[in-house]
């Protein structure tokens, strides 16, 4: 069974940074050709923010291109999000995203707070 946790969010300063972190289990972590970090502010649509594919690179929404990094740790199974310079506007649940098979698969969220 796929799993996927997220953690690392909490209450942070504008201007400060946070790192997110998903844990993928049930999955041979070196097979999954892409993932992906979501954004779910209340009341919006849940939104792309970055994707890591292997063997085509990184890509990140214009809203967060040179401020966030998306990365991965083969040896803990982990997707990273680090995200520096933040803004009050980048508040939302944010999700991590595998498709595997056929089959797409979510994260619970963590919550990130930017006060202003």
């Known amino acids: 069974q796929v799993q996927l946790v997220e953690s690392g969010g909490g209450l942070v300063q504008a201007g400060g940074s946070l790192t997110l972190s998903c844990a993928a289990s049930g999955v041979v972590f070196t097979s999954i050709s892409q993932m992906d970090w979501y954004r779910q502010a209340p009341g919006n649509q849940r939104d792309f923010v970055a994707r890591i594919a292997r063997n085509l690179g990184t890509y990140y929404a214009p809203s967060v291109k040179g401020r966030f990094t998306v990365s991965t740790d083969n040896a803990k199974n982990t997707l990273y999000l680090q995200m520096n310079s933040l803004k009050p506007e980048d508040t939302a649940v944010y999700l991590c995203?595998?498709?595997?098979?056929?089959?797409?698969?979510w994260g619970q969220g963590t919550q990130v707070t930017v006060s202003s």
């Open positions: 995203k595998i498709d595997q098979k056929g089959d797409t698969y």
